[in-house]
């Protein structure tokens, strides 16, 4: 048994995450050659692999009698009457095969006799769709084999001892072939669909799949759940028009609906069914799973006992299934009142800061909190402070203490009091001006910050701007009209003595633990050509704009090579697939090689932070390792 089923270009298995989606048309346009183009364009805007047709030569198919309407029942009457009123001409079918072509969509048809089987060699089609009907018409399915094109089979009517008759002739004449569980009713009904046998076809071809006709679209994405890598559903402009198909297809919207939810499924099936915890995952767990705490303030060189040990939330610290092994070990640091355990107290003890060197500003994030821990542990010539909404209200000079000479740099909060993101390019004028009113006084904080760093001229504030969406992007005409709004918003802002620069954002940014999508500063053409309209410069978080290239299939150095001359300043982490955002240097996709040669020639002047998820944590460990792993590059 072939492990591989190739149709045109597209190579399908049941490991593979790619579902053939096929649209059949049959003979729902009704005769109409006009109304099965137009069936065409719907479906290549729809977004399916194939469209499907149907031919027969009548007399070719049907007993003499039956033609002239002598002997037969009601129903074959009935049926051959539409056939000769619906067929499409040979020359039409040339003409549809050659506008599939040209539309870039594959056709493809079912042959119903011989005659139609030599017509569509001489189209040159590339696969061939058996129906239900004649899947026990062995020399049809021989004079198909002698073609040496792949077939797609539906076993619609046909018991599983017949099923398995055809496998082993096809097997025979080493044919390349894949079998659709289908119920032959239209429409079918629920009860009788079946849906847990398509799975025994997996003895019989290596790929399977499903050709539905019943009501909705559940099913057919229940399929795919269940193995299907080939979808067929009959599509037609208006269930209510005359044939006997219509009724058991889908029109335009369920159509489509059907293909993006089964694009959905392939992303969520995954790839290797292994547990892995996603970034979103991550966020909820650092903040709302359990650690492993002191209960009590401890000495370096203690020997930790069970009454030393809280379990508390938040989740940032050692897993409270660590508990045994951390029980009895000598500590070889300070721990105070409720702070986090942490691995390193369990092995060879967390990574210290030095003095390091690079050939630009450097710096790390900080807080108010922390921000005299740090300062006298690095030689950072600068240091980003990332603002809360609770740090908005606080009184700076409780924390920072006379002048700094170094430099700093501002990240505004992301997240407002009242849930609210910053969003300066929503079209909810309401929520628009909170957004601009906050960002406003974060800009007023900078100004007030200012005066502990006497030496930085004009303070940079990295902001997340906005214009997320919940559940799509935006189209293009509506996304520009956002950046109208976020241009409209800056001019609203006294931004007199600091520099607002927008952060390069990923295609699916992490809010409240879930995923959005985010339509504005992620692709470079259009950063670019904002920043040189606009007179504006970036933040370049290039684990960020790793992501928006994985996911958009781009070279991540074009993107650089495009954006860099715009940037003023760098988070640089790394990043892996399309959410693995801020990992530590060296554990993701990123060739810090080739960036850095990027950067180094075309921003060489722009300042960085390592933005590592969780890098501040451990007496900073993660900004230590990170800044070690930088400074061959920098």
Known sequence: MRKEFKIGDIVLSQTSDKVFIIAEIGNNHNGSLDRAKKMVDQAVEIGVDCVKFQMRFLDEVYRQRSLEKNGDDLSAEYTIDLLKRFELSLDEHKELKNYCDEKGILYMCTPWDYRSLEVLESLGVKAYKVASADLTNLPLLKKIVETKKPMILSTGMSKEEEVEQVCNFLNKENADFCFLHCNSTYPAPFHSINLRFMNNLEKYSSVYGYSGHERGIGVSI?????????????????????????????????????????????????????????????????????????????????????????????????????????ISKKLGRDINFEDFFFQTDLDEGAIENRSYSFNRPWGIPVRYHDFDFFSQRTNATLYEFHLSYSDMELDISKFLKGTYDCDFVMHAPELFKGSRLMDLATPDKEYRDFSIKETQRTIDITRELKQYFPTTKKPLIVANIGGFTMDGNLPERVKEEYYHRFVESMKELDTEGVELIP???????????????????????????????????ICLDISHSKLTCNYLKKSFEEFVEIVAPYTAHL?????????GEGLQVGDGDINFEKISEILNRLSPESSFIPEIWQGHKNQGEGCWLALERLEPYF
């Open 503 to 537: 952060q390069t954002m990923a295609p699916f940014p992490w809010h409240f633990g879930g995923q959005r999508y985010q339509n504005l500063f992620v692709h470079a053409e259009e950063i670019a050509e904002k920043c040189e309209k606009h007179n504006l410069r």
């Open 222 to 326: 229940g399929a795919v759940a269940r193995g299907a890598k080939v979808v067929e559903r009959h599509f037609t402009l208006d269930r209510e028009m005359e044939g006997p198909d219509h009724a058991a297809s889908l029109e335009f919207e369920s159509f489509k609906e059907m293909v993006e939810s089964i694009r959905q499924l392939e992303e969520a099936l995954g790839k290797d069914g292994q547990r892995e915890v996603s970034q979103g995952e991550m966020i909820n767990r650092e903040n709302l799973a359990k650690s492993l705490v002191a209960s009590k303030d401890l000495k370096a060189g203690h020997v930790v006992t069970l009454e030393d040990i809280s379990v508390k939330s938040p989740g940032q610290g050692l897993s409270p299934l660590k508990m045994e092994e951390l």
């Open 571 to 579: 988070h640089l982490g790394d990043a892996k697939g399309l959410d």
